[in-house]
């Protein structure tokens, strides 16, 4: 049996999981930079210490990066399935914010997938000797991360509006069924009859 994009199949549904996952555990991400930041910042944002800073920075950005590593495969299908539930919601359950979301997301990925065809690139130019866990490719793998962070931080701050369009999706009342087309019946007129 089909599914409808309002009853999402196992594959969907595992994606909008992971999303959910990806949406708790960025926030925790981030609630811990920003309580790490708050001591150790002056009041204009300037790191007490440097070097702590960009440690923590770079542990931010490859925990989201690997945060977001399992809905990857699945993203560009959620964003296409929430354009068409989309289309279809009647007006009163969708918020006029969605569709520039949902672009915001689209962008993003599209960036990331850019970012990640430059990272193969790189890595496969690194000499003999210089790979996982080199001096040279940790600095190229953080300076990588950093580059992808502001995009997995829009699928941090924006991703939520695919869950929302999916549960708008499964409060929208069902398209009505066509009635039946009556059956026709003989009608007898007595002329040409059978007589009884």
Not at 151 to 158: I, V
């Amino acid at each position: 049996m089909l599914s409808s994009p309002a009853t999402p199949n196992h594959g969907r549904r595992t994606s909008l999981r992971r999303l959910n996952r990806y949406l708790r555990h960025s926030e925790r991400i981030l609630a811990s930079w920003d309580a790490f930041t708050e001591c150790n910042t002056d009041l204009d944002g300037w790191p007490f210490d440097q070097d702590a800073y960009g440690r923590l920075a770079a542990v931010r950005d490859a925990d989201t990066a690997a945060a977001f590593a399992s809905i990857r495969p699945g993203a560009r299908q959620l964003l296409a399935t929430a354009r068409l539930q989309l289309q279809h919601l009647p007006a009163h359950l969708t918020r006029a914010s969605w569709p520039g979301q949902l672009t915001i997301l689209e962008e993003a990925l599209s960036h990331l997938d850019a970012l990640d065809a430059r990272w193969q690139e790189t890595r496969a130019q690194f000499p003999e000797g210089a790979g996982p866990g080199s001096a040279a490719y940790v600095d190229a793998l953080d300076e990588h991360h950093a580059e992808c962070w502001s995009y997995l931080d829009d699928w941090a701050c924006h991703g939520r509006v695919v869950l929302d369009i999916q549960a708008a999706a499964r409060r929208a009342p069902s398209r009505p069924k066509r009635p039946p087309i009556p059956a026709l019946t003989s009608r007898r007129s007595g002329r040409g009859g059978s007589g009884r």
